[in-house]
């Protein structure tokens, strides 16, 4: 839970406290009293923070989605590099937040992180718009030429740096927006509560579903602009909307809930010496150990088992006088709890891996085909991402409304299926994708080659882009699995104090996964493109090989998806927090 702001806690401690009978434990208001359930949190608080998110998505979707076509167009890259340039950019997006949830948790707080990263993501894009509308080369003149000549076309090199300079100040902003958003939402709603606790678990749910309304606003009106009018326009609506944004996060200050600051010590520092401890008392024998264990009275419970060396953090090092200083078995605990966390990080990689095809690939094979919806009028090639964000915005209320309630019939579970069921239900479905894009990309091919389009890569292939829509589909239905699986896992399997960092830990894995992505298409394009050969990602696309990098992408998958069964099978969950 974000601290309560400092700036509002002028008022002295003998300052009149209100009389409250229903107050929530561990949270305060604005101005550092006790807060009244029936006056703070609950879902009109969660609403002005939606709402921020919804913005931010709007905002961050407005770059990411169609950024590789500014990068092959006005910027003049290839469509390996752009891919790569997205992939990287990507990535920081997602892994800055690592950075921005240790700050928000160990010094500035939720709700201070939000509103100086905000005025950063402003400033960012504000710079990013003005990148696009420096004059620079006719880019009409650049298209018309031949993909070989492509590379004489770039633009000045102030105005690269400045776009790539205001594009990475975006991530850095995202860094540290982006995890305390989720986090002090989902801390407007009390665990203990038995009705706040049902609606926390929605809360990720429908999160979800109007993150994904700001992205479908995004396809649907920013990609059109971007294409069919100006770039400046197109990166200055996201200025304006993320300054709105902050102006209504500011209006819900009074309404919010903040933790009280904890006396404890910093849960990096506990975390972290509890394996420093156990490191050093690495030479201690079993039976020293459980000695230990039993003069303490602990007793076995279901994963006292599990990293069983970490316990060793509870004794003092061999052949002292028992007075240098030891780990409690609180703290060693909190270590287990985030260790767990591992594997499941760990094997959910390649799903990223598959999720950052989306935005790259899907849309430059879109750019191939044949996307007249009517006379003179073409969809914009990055607006197909809206499928996916349209499906998760069909497909969460039937999974919150009808299938939640069914499968809660069966299992007893206020969610209805374990979190980790349900992100292993989204891996199998986000498998499933890559074949079917497979299947489509060798269609696109065959058409091309029957109309001996091969070498014209300008042409468009007469295939409908609709062909493109069940892979997108089955993205969005993944996403509503897995996504949500995640986020909601991260948050809730961490301790109280790092819920920030937990959520950030689930955006790592898409940065992490960008940068494999990234990495794949390089190492790929560089082993299938030697010897002036046509690589899998030539530009050509018609030349090129997609449906070899999304056959590889699902033979991953289907690896990847045994592996986290078996590590699911044995994940022993936060027995205190487990909804």
Not at 32 to 41: D, E, Q, T
Not at 109 to 121: D, E, K, N, Q
Not at 321 to 347: Q, Y
Request: proline share 4%.
């Amino acid at each position: 839970m974000g601290t309560a702001p400092t700036f509002f806690a002028a008022a002295s401690d003998d300052a009149e406290t209100p009389l409250l009978r229903d107050t929530v434990d561990g949270a305060v208001d604005y101005r550092g009293r006790p807060v009244a359930r029936s006056a703070s949190g609950g879902w009109r608080s969660a609403g002005f923070i939606i709402g921020v998110e919804v913005a931010e998505r709007f905002a961050y979707y407005g770059i990411s989605s169609n950024l590789i076509t500014y990068l092959t167009g006005p910027l003049g890259q290839s469509t390996a590099a752009a891919a790569a340039n997205v992939n990287a950019w990507s990535g920081t997006a997602s892994l800055s937040p690592l950075i921005g949830a240790f700050v928000a948790d160990s010094f500035l707080g939720r709700y201070r992180t939000i509103v100086v990263a905000s005025l950063v993501y402003i400033l960012g894009l504000g710079l990013l718009t003005l990148s696009a509308i420096i004059p620079s080369f006719n880019t009409s003149d650049c298209q018309s030429k031949s993909t070989i000549q492509i590379s004489s076309c770039s633009p000045p090199l102030h105005q690269v740096l400045l776009f790539f300079s205001s594009l990475y100040l975006v991530a850095f902003a995202q860094g540290g927006h982006k995890p305390c958003v989720q986090a002090f939402g989902a801390d407007q709603f009390d665990g203990q509560n038995p009705e706040e606790c049902k609606a926390k678990s929605s809360f990720f749910n429908w999160w979800y579903f109007c993150m994904c309304g700001g992205t479908l606003a995004t396809l649907l009106i920013l990609n059109y602009i971007q294409d069919n009018l100006n770039w400046g326009l197109g990166f200055g609506i996201p200025c304006v909307a993320m300054a709105a944004a902050l102006i209504l996060f500011l209006l819900g200050t009074k309404t919010y809930r903040y933790s009280v600051k904890s006396d404890e010590r910093n849960p990096f520092l506990r975390i972290g010496s509890v394996f420093a401890t156990a490191a050093r008392n690495w030479k201690t024998t079993t039976k020293a150990l459980t000695a230990e264990e039993e003069s303490c009275g602990t007793l076995p419970y279901e994963g006292s088992g599990q990293f069983k060396f970490l316990n060793k953090a509870l004794l003092s090092p061999d052949g002292s006088k028992g007075d240098s200083k030891v780990c409690t078995f609180g703290e060693v605990e909190e270590a287990k709890s985030v260790l767990r966390l591992t594997p499941i990080w760990a094997t959910s990689l390649i799903y990223a891996v598959v999720f950052a095809q989306s935005s790259t690939f899907f849309t430059k094979q879109g750019v191939t085909m044949d996307r007249s919806i009517t006379p003179g009028f073409d969809i914009p090639p990055a607006s197909l991402q809206s499928f996916i964000s349209l499906s998760v915005v069909l497909f969460i209320p039937i999974y919150d409304r009808m299938f939640v309630p069914l499968a809660r019939g069966f299992t007893q579970r206020p969610s209805g299926i374990t979190m980790l069921q349900r992100i292993g239900t989204g891996m199998f479905l986000s498998a499933v994708s890559m074949v079917v894009a497979a299947l489509v990309e060798m269609k696109r091919l065959e058409i091309a080659r029957e109309h001996g389009l091969v070498d014209m890569p300008n042409a468009t292939v007469p295939m409908s882009v609709w062909w493109l829509i069940p892979q997108y589909v089955l993205f969005g239905i993944s996403d509503v699995f897995t996504m949500v699986g995640l986020q909601e896992f991260f948050y809730d399997q961490v301790p109280n104090e790092l819920r920030s960092v937990g959520l950030s830990l689930y955006l790592s894995i898409f940065g992490v996964g960008n940068f494999l992505s990234s990495f794949l298409v390089s190492a790929i394009a560089n082993a299938t493109g030697g010897d002036g050969g046509d690589s899998w990602f030539a530009n050509n696309l018609n030349r090129a090989h997609l449906d070899y990098f999304y056959w590889l992408l699902s033979g991953l998958s289907a690896l990847e998806l045994v592996v986290y069964l078996y590590f699911a099978r044995s994940y022993i969950y936060n027995r205190s927090r487990t909804i």
